[in-house]
Nanobody, 123 residues
């Protein structure tokens, strides 16, 4: 199986930026989609951004379009989420996950998960 480890979370002021990383060990991502999810207390886990590993096709939830950028580094087998213009409502635990190539926004389509990294945006 694959092991996913997120890093880069922390406390940031509203309007600031963070870059999350998701490093993978084990299997490669070439036949899969990778996604960033987030979950705030009392809220549903939601897909923030998704990328197909080989093709690089990306999708974003409407609330982060224009602010967040998902990318991947083949050499490092690492996925990133660049988060700019952060808002209070971005506060959540962020998870990286691997799904099938056609995985949707449904968390159930993703079978491998990192442990999460906390992102807290303050005013």
């Amino acid at each position: 199986q694959v092991q996913l480890i997120e890093s880069g979370g922390g406390l940031v002021q509203a309007g600031g930026s963070l870059r999350l990383s998701c490093a993978a060990s084990g299997r490669t991502f070439s036949m899969y989609s990778m996604g960033w999810f987030r979950q705030a207390p009392g809220k549903e886990r939601e897909l923030v951004a998704r990328i197909t590993w080989r093709g690089g096709t990306t999708n974003y939830v409407d609330s982060v379009k224009g602010r967040f950028t998902i990318s991947r580094d083949f050499a490092r087998n690492t996925m990133y989420l660049q988060m700019n213009s952060l808002k209070l409502e971005d506060t959540a635990v962020y998870y990286c996950a691997r799904g099938t190539l056609g995985a949707t926004s449904d968390p159930g389509q993703y079978t491998d998960w990192g442990k999460g990294t906390q992102v807290t945006v303050s005013s």
